[in-house]
């Protein structure tokens, strides 16, 4: 396993202890490996989030990812939480 997929994996296991639910406050849950486009799903209202960790000094932008996989989604009439 490569250092970035340890790092994230790391942070990851970080914000399912630290944060709760922006939406019912409950316990977030991480989801299989590979799931597309997000990384923990609330346990109560399955609010999806991804989750992007960085072990550099903070930047002035936020770093996304999955936008080719969700252009197929939307191609395809295929709707999903944002």
Same mark, same amino acid.
């Given at each position: 396993?490569?250092?970035?997929?340890? =790092?994230?994996?790391?942070?990851?296991?970080d =914000?399912?202890? @630290? =944060?709760?639910?922006?939406?019912?406050?409950? @316990?977030?849950?991480?989801?299989? #490996?590979?799931?597309?486009? =997000?990384?923990?799903?609330?346990k109560?209202?399955?609010?999806r989030? *991804?989750?992007? %960790? *960085? *072990? %550099?000094?903070?930047?002035?932008?936020?770093?996304?990812?999955?936008?080719?996989?969700? @252009?197929? *989604?939307? #191609?395809?009439?295929?709707?999903?939480?944002?």
């Amino acid at each position: 396993m490569s250092n970035n997929q340890n =790092v994230g994996n790391k942070g990851e296991l970080d =914000v399912i202890k @630290k =944060v709760v639910c922006p939406n019912c406050r409950r @316990k977030l849950m991480l989801l299989p #490996k590979n799931y597309p486009l =997000v990384d923990v799903q609330c346990k109560g209202c399955h609010f999806r989030a *991804q989750i992007k %960790t *960085q *072990q %550099t000094k903070p930047k002035d932008i936020v770093f996304g990812a999955g936008w080719d996989i969700m @252009k197929k *989604q939307l #191609k395809q009439a295929i709707l999903f939480p944002l």
